[in-house]
């Protein structure tokens, strides 16, 4: 399994976060033209740094600058849209909306877990509400990468984890409980438990040689992590 693989037959949106101190990777870097790419306000910079052309630039431009926007191909092949600093929605969310309304459900946000804290919580905040728009998103930012599953309208209650190399994989609970976690094909299993959101139980799960792990929840919400050994 690619981890951040698009959905067959479905389009992949890319979002870039203006906090992507690792770039973007080169295996999304090579798909871009496949995808419908959308830089957060100063994603703009990592997207042009990497020879992406985004379809839309979407922020309240605090962190763009003029001189990354006269990079843009003329004629209005990307769609700029300035959003006013006093607003509601995070640039992020801001994003994901706009792609909502182009019909997406596939997303990668590359970038936005080592910057701010704040943003990086509001960030994985993005994958929950990607969960109630019954979509699917990773957050990729360097060696790690993470996303949620569970019940809600998303109902994505399971996933499957292809062995990653030098990787623990940790689950952790972000709704106050979570009914039925089943953890199977792993150095640590569990089989229909109770995770809570105030104890990080399921931390530095380890794959087991040529299997793949199999995680799932009856209710609630779990975020899936994984982040290098």
Not at 50 to 76: M, N
Not at 122 to 127: E, I, M, R, T
């Amino acid at each position: 399994m690619w981890y951040y693989s698009r959905m067959d037959s479905e389009k992949r949106c890319v979002i870039i976060s203006s906090c992507a101190p690792c770039g973007i990777p080169a295996d999304i870097v090579a798909s871009s033209h496949e995808a419908f790419v959308i830089c957060a306000d100063g994603g703009l910079s990592h997207a042009i740094a990497a020879g992406v052309t985004p379809d839309v630039v979407i922020g309240d431009f605090d962190s763009v600058s003029e001189d990354d926007l006269s990079r843009l191909p003329d004629g209005g092949a990307v769609e700029i849209i300035r959003l006013c600093p006093e607003k509601d929605d995070t640039d992020m969310i801001a994003a994901v909306k706009h792609a909502l309304s182009k019909g997406l459900s596939d997303f990668v946000i590359v970038g936005g877990l080592s910057g701010r804290f704040d943003h990086s919580v509001g960030n994985v905040q993005a994958l929950s509400f990607m969960l109630d728009m019954k979509c699917r998103g990773w957050i990729i930012d360097g060696a790690n990468r993470c996303t949620m599953i569970g019940s809600g309208r998303g109902g994505a209650g399971k996933i499957k984890l292809d062995p990653l190399p030098s990787h623990y994989f940790s689950v952790l609970s972000y709704t106050e409980r979570s009914d039925g976690v089943t953890i199977r094909n792993a150095k640590y299993e569990t089989e229909k438990i109770v995770f809570t959101h105030s104890y990080p139980r399921g931390v530095s799960n380890e794959f087991l040689e040529g299997k793949s792990a199999e995680i799932s929840v009856d209710g609630g919400r779990l975020l899936v992590i994984l982040s290098p050994i």
